[in-house]
């Protein structure tokens, strides 16, 4: 278990840096901030580049946290918090990534909360630091709740933006 919980928490590090660098720079096929900042806009969340650098450096951090097992339960909600977003953004194109659906924040999301409850493990900043994030704690719980909850910004700031705009008003 505890070079599987390593690589899980290496793998999706990686995969978030990926991403953040995508919206940060451009790189691996990405749009940097302001292609990706269109996007966002066009998803509701205004304003769009702001946002866009946010959600990249929100990335970072928490892929950070994750990947060296460094306040672990602070990482995977912030992981869960960006990717409970983005997946609601693109759930109206259902759950495949393949048609532009919600399936890679949703996968993404979903090991950051199982890594919030299991713990980083014994290879990790943490277990070294002997911080108290052990399984079973409510630490897992708390993550899960506390990324849940600053989700909730930005989805009802984008609530408001989408119903103006389905309305007419500003």
Same mark, same amino acid.
């Given at each position: 278990? #505890?070079v =599987?919980? !390593?690589?899980? +928490?290496?793998?999706?590090?990686g995969?978030?840096f =990926?991403h ?6 451009g790189?691996? *096929? /990405?749009? =940097?901030?302001? /292609?990706?900042g269109?996007?966002f806009?066009?998803?509701g969340f205004v304003?769009?580049? +702001? ?5 990249? %450096?929100?990335?970072?951090?928490? /892929?950070a946290?994750i990947g060296? /097992?460094?306040? #672990? ?12 977003? $983005? ?7 259902g ?5 532009? *659906? ?7 999301? $979903?090991?950051?909360?199982v ?7 014994p290879?990790?900043l943490?277990? &070294? %630091?002997? !911080?108290?994030? &052990?399984?079973g ?7 899960? &709740?506390a *990324?849940? !909850?600053?989700? &909730?910004?930005?989805?009802? $700031?984008r609530?408001?933006v989408? +119903?103006?705009? +389905?309305?007419?008003?500003?």
């Amino acid at each position: 278990m #505890t070079v =599987g919980l !390593l690589l899980l +928490r290496i793998l999706l590090a990686g995969l978030l840096f =990926g991403h953040a660098l995508q919206k940060l720079r451009g790189w691996f *096929g /990405g749009t =940097g901030p302001a /292609g990706t900042g269109a996007v966002f806009e066009r998803w509701g969340f205004v304003p769009g580049t +702001r946002l866009a650098v946010t959600a990249g %450096l929100a990335e970072l951090a928490g /892929g950070a946290s994750i990947g060296t /097992g460094l306040l #672990t339960p602070g990482g995977c909600a912030v992981v869960v918090g960006n990717m409970t977003v $983005a997946a609601v953004a693109t759930s109206p194109q259902g759950f495949w990534a393949q048609r532009g *659906g919600c399936e890679v924040p949703f996968c993404y999301g $979903a090991v950051a909360a199982v890594l919030g409850f299991t713990g980083p493990g014994p290879w990790s900043l943490d277990a &070294a %630091l002997a !911080l108290p994030w &052990a399984p079973g704690t409510g630490w897992g719980a708390a993550a899960l &709740a506390a *990324g849940l !909850l600053a989700a &909730a910004v930005p989805l009802a $700031a984008r609530a408001r933006v989408l +119903r103006a705009r +389905r309305t007419g008003s500003s």
